[in-house]
């Protein structure tokens, strides 16, 4: 079988980069391991500025049916606590349903999907993916949005990068509890942990408890440990509906270091997430996005001409990476919240600028709490 492009991994970064390549007339496949929907361990907090990245790739796709907010409640290691509201609401998608949508968006665009369909050797020498089948998959170009710890990453050579780690339980509704009956705010609370945050909040149909640790060598207990006490804390049971996963947290793989240049990989295969937030779904979305646009532009030139195209994005990781350390430092953090209690208009109006809209960088953001500060 030939495709002129052959995308691995169909959630957020394969799709979008399926759904902008399928505009070109080109035969595009998306192989998935999975069979859709599929579960896929997520908060599902969608930015505005991912909202907009979607309406540009997908102007049909319907937000309504999520549920949105724009209310933030933040909690500091001392219990300080400062709500702020946000102009322009966030949206909490239902990572299942989700993916899904943009998967079948992509098929009725005309992308060819195999689903519960990996590959058992990859030739990369040669164009070809082997599947478990026995089939033989040609390309021109080939897209690895296969995730975190994307085996076609590791194929062609390229450094594994450093992960950060997660634990969320997802609990029905149930009002009865009134500390997680239906909340209408989301909830960060930066408790004990040096580099991360707990998250609570509710989508249509669950109540999301989760704990994030952005950084490599301690997450894995720390995120246990802060997790049981916030589940303690809240009187829940931790092990109900307890998941973990791994999140990239601002280590970038190097793909100049591979030497196939109608290979690239995007999204979390690429270590393309926010290292303070760990959001990454508008960072697949991008990656996509520019995967497309790359192909429209060069497609002799694949992977130089997605790399100029993602340099800025790169860049801005790496800057946000290294202010990741002052922002975790336990003296800013609570310093953050202390101050934000008392000018709340103020600070939601950056907070939309920054992590919500993109509009204002990380840069910027620090410039503004030192002042505040002074
Ligand atoms: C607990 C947690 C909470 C998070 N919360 C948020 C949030 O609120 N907001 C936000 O923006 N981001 C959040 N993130 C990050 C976000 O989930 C990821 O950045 C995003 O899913 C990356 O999309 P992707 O398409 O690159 O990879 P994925 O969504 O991981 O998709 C990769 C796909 O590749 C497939 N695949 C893997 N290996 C193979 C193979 N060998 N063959 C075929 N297919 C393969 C998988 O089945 C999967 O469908 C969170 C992450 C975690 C862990």
Known sequence: MYYDIVIVGGGPAGTAAGLVLSTFNKS????????????KLCAGIITQKTIQMIKKILPSFN????????????????????????????????????DYELLLACKKAGVHIFEQTTFSEFIPEHNNLILMNGDILS????????????????????????????????INIYPNNSSL????????????????????????????????????????KQAF??????????????????????????????????????????????????????????YAILAGYYAGQAYQMDNKHFKDSFLSLISVTENDIKEIAKLSHHFYSEKMINNIIYQLKNCPDYISNICDEVFNLGRCSYQYFFEELTQLFR
Request: with cysteine.
């Open 225 to 282: 440990t802060e997790h049981s006490k916030l589940c303690t804390k809240l009187g829940i049971s931790s092990s109900l509906g307890l998941r973990g996963a791994f999140l990239p947290i601002g280590d970038i793989a190097n793909q100049l270091m591979h030497p196939y240049n109608n290979i690239i990989l995007i999204g979390d295969a690429a270590g393309y997430a926010n290292p303070i937030t760990g959001e990454g779904i508008y």
């Open 63 to 98: 937000f309504d049916k999520y549920v949105n907010t724009n209310k933030i409640c933040l909690f500091s290691q001392h219990n300080t606590k400062c709500e702020i509201t946000l102009e322009y609401p966030l949206i909490l998608v239902e990572r299942e349903q989700f």
């Open 28 to 39: 595009i496949c998306i192989i998935d391991k999975s069979f859709f929907p599929r579960p």
């Open 139 to 170: 390309y021109n170009v080939l897209i690895a949005a296969d995730g975190i710890f994307s085996p076609i990453r590791k194929k062609i050579g390229v450094a594994d990068i450093k992960k950060g780690f997660c634990l969320q339980n997802s």
């Open 181 to 220: 009956a239906c909340l209408d705010k989301i909830y960060f609370d930066f408790a004990n942990i040096p580099f991360g945050y707990n998250w609570i909040l509710s989508n249509k149909n669950s109540t999301i408890i989760g704990t994030g640790v952005l950084a490599e060598n301690t997450a894995y």
